[in-house]
């Protein structure tokens, strides 16, 4: 990992299945390559994996005479599908695993992991036996069945119900550093924490950082609540994805590919680390965006913030295009960006104590 | 494996050139001649060892896709569909743009932005748009042209024992059928034809018709699969796995009832299960080539594919191997049966 580019990390992460509930595989993972830059590597029981870097300065970074703790965490899981039920022609009838979007779902090529690997499509109602009404309205996800083409009796010997089914996808480079796959949030997330432990190598820093992949985001925030909570950190940085600029969206929900991660402002966060984070983006030349979060931020920040005592939290977004599809698509800048400014925002934190 | 390699080619109507030298390349050894037309379908001939007529079997070469139509001030590709595609398998796909093959995909809006009214509504194709990564304007102009041709990206897997799913299955698996009937010889006359633009309005049938003036003409096709749930088995068009498809009718053509029932027997005598397609939607080739000069006896045979026109066709290996069989043992009985033949060839003027 320390040699690979960034782009080949994304793909390496986004490669992998980590539905909500089931990351065990990845956590495995991450593990492995969290010790390649973390003295101490730990995977909790809920599958969260936690790296520890030890400070690397002694300058400053002690509260109540231990050394100061900084929490940085993205969130591992994904969305996906679940086996409802299958009829007795051997169709698949399913529910979704977080926010699904059932537009998205016809004729998409899913895997459904039984026992082995399975690969499927989605299918619907042809157009031509639509009523008029029908063809207007959005499909239901209870209206998809996945087709395998395998019999009701030879696919039941593999497949359960409650067994996972994800969007199948292909890794794909856009023109001008833009990715697109399934999974881009978070695994961007994940990835920019790999770029952070990378910074972090060569730049002196006073606290100890605790780089946490969570579980669970997407349905109920859990390895959040947890990790934070078993870490005790002074400070947390979020590291998640906000939408990227598309046609018919305002500008003030979304953010431009390629112009920096989005720092969020708004009541959840906290107001003078954010304006830190700010301040070292124009210090250090780093291009970002901001981002105005009226409440709920939609991430882990929700859950940081009111953790035991509480705990100052800043947000940073990557934007991605086409959020909850199998073609979300980053700008790699994004996620490097991301690396520098959450690396370069804990070194200034250790130096300048005021501000928590 | 042929027919993947056939789906893999990008080949939307208008814009056929690649699978064209594909097949061109593939029967030139067992074709006696073979030559392009104006409007670019390929028609192959191999001469008959009696010669006593003309057989004609077609399948299209195009397939459905997209057309850059424009470009947004942010980079990205307005486009029109080409061919018959439900808006609904549209939005989170991916796709192939222009001959430089730039991968692109179809963006929408994310669930988390959508107003409630418009969770509800289908996703218009006039609202989507492709993403090839470019940030301005006159960059996506340079890189994909008004008028580029765009195809699904999509690749040839196998779904459980039996089942195939590509794009292009329509109809790609009729081209793949015929090339394989070329390889023999028969008694009679044989001409294949490789239409273009069926898609978009049967355009290189309605030429090729004329130009072989054939007496017989059957038309492979890949076919509405409807089996699904949601759908009442009275509503099936046709059924995976059940075979070949015989075609009574349809909104372009009415199959020529001799030949509908010398096909029919024949599946029986060689015991062959076929089905015949329930519903009168949908149209084909023979359309055009039943009604060039003076009329030519048509029928189509059709291979049965759920989710047809998107990107994640499937059909079965059975039903395509089924319908080689059929075919051989048809081609085979105009030989041999030769009253029912001339019958077919006089139609009321026959005394048999």
New interface residues.
Partial sequence: MKNMKTPDILKDLTCSIAVSGHEELLARRLKEIFMEFCEEVWIDKFYNVVGKMTASADENGYIDGRKMKVLVMAHMDEIGLMVKSI?E?G?I?ITSVG???P??L????VIIHGTRDI???I???????LKPAE?????KIE?L?V?????AE?LKKVVSIGDLITLDF?F???????F?AKTVDNRSGVTALIEIMKELTGIKHGADVYFVASTQEETHLTGAIISSYAIEPDVAIVIDAC?G?????SKE??YA??KGPAVGIGPVLDRKMSQTVINVAKDENIPYQIDVEPSDT?TEAWATQVSRAGIPTVLLSIPV???????E?VHVDDIKNTGRLAARFIARLTRNMEVI | MLLKNLTQINGVSGNEEKVREFIKKEIENVADEIKVDKVGNLIAYKKGTASKFKLLLSAHMDEVGFIVTGHSEDGLIKFRPVGGIDQRVLPGKRVVVGDKGLKGVIGCKPIHLQEKDERDKNIKIKSMYIDIGCDKRDEAEKLAGLGEYIAFDSKFTELGSDCIKAKALDDRVGCAIIMELLKQRYEFDLYASFTVQEEIGLRGSEVVGYQINPDIAIVIEGTTCSDVPGIKEHEYSTELGKGPVITVMDRTAYADKDVVNFIYDTARKYKIDVQFKKTTTGGNDAGKIQRSRCGVKVASISVPCRYIHSPSSVMSRKDYEGCIKLMEAVLKELENNTDYTLKILNGGNCNV
């Fill in positions: 009829d022609k169709f009838r926010g699904v979007d537009k998205i016809p004729a998409h090529e690969p499927g499509i299918g619907a109602k042809p157009p031509h036996l063809a207007n309205k959005s499909i209206d069945a087709d395998t083409g395998i019999c030879e292909e794909t480079e856009l023109k001008n550093g833009k697109s939408h600029n598309m046609p018919d969206t929900e979304t590919l390629g939609g295009r086409y959020m909850h599809t199998a073609v698509t």
